[in-house]
Structures are given as C-alpha cells and as structure tokens.
C-alpha cells in the first residue's frame, strides 16, 4: 500500500539543524529508496521552510511510522508534526515516474 507522509517543520527548530543533518537524511533516504518511493521539501512560505513530503509504500502504517522514526532528522527537533494517511495513486495510471526539469 502506499502512504502520503506530510512533515511539518518547527520554525523555533534552529535554522542550521537541516543543513547539519541532511547528508545522514539523504543517506537514510537513499538506503531506503524501496521503501520511499519519493521524497522532497515542501517549498517554503512566508514563514520560511514548510516541511517534506514523502509517498512510502509498506504493509502497514506502523511501518511507515518506523520509518520515520528512523529518519536522522527525526530525533533533531526539526519536525513539529507528521502525518501519515493511505494514498492511491490513479495518475497517470502507469508507473510511477518523476521527470526533472520539465
């Protein structure tokens, strides 16, 4: 099955807390790239950055949550909350393809 997984960031978290961390996160990420089947930052507001979003297929939500869990930006305080809900993909009804610089 696969799971939409919607990160908020904390905008209290320090600002230097994800670039300190990111090349641990996108080796998690890559390691895990069966799993995450992608991944990426929601574009920031006015407010600053906005969090990440990743589409995940597993077996399970506790799943989902282990992987999340295990994510090296998980313990640093960066996120303030995440939510994890099903998702069906139904466009385009082939394989799931992201193409770059379109």
């Known amino acids: 099955m696969l799971y939409a997984v919607l990160f908020e960031d ?3 978290c320090a600002p ?3 670039a300190r961390h990111m090349p ?3 080796s998690f990420l ?3 790239s069966a799993e ?3 991944a990426g930052p929601l574009l920031p507001g006015p407010q600053g950055s906005a969090g990440g979003l990743w589409i995940v297929e597993a077996a399970t939500i506790a799943e989902v949550e282990a992987l999340v869990q295990g994510d090296p ?3 640093t305080g960066l996120r303030k909350s995440v939510q994890i809900r099903p998702w069906q993909k139904v ?3 082939d394989a ?3 193409e770059v610089g379109r």
């Open 73 to 75: 930006f998980w313990p």
């Open 91 to 93: 466009f385009p009804p």
């Open 96 to 98: 799931f393809t992201l």
């Open 16 to 18: 230097d807390i994800r």
């Open 24 to 26: 641990a996160h996108l």
């Open 36 to 38: 995450v089947q992608a």
């Open 30 to 32: 890559a390691a895990h």
């Open 10 to 12: 904390d905008p209290a």
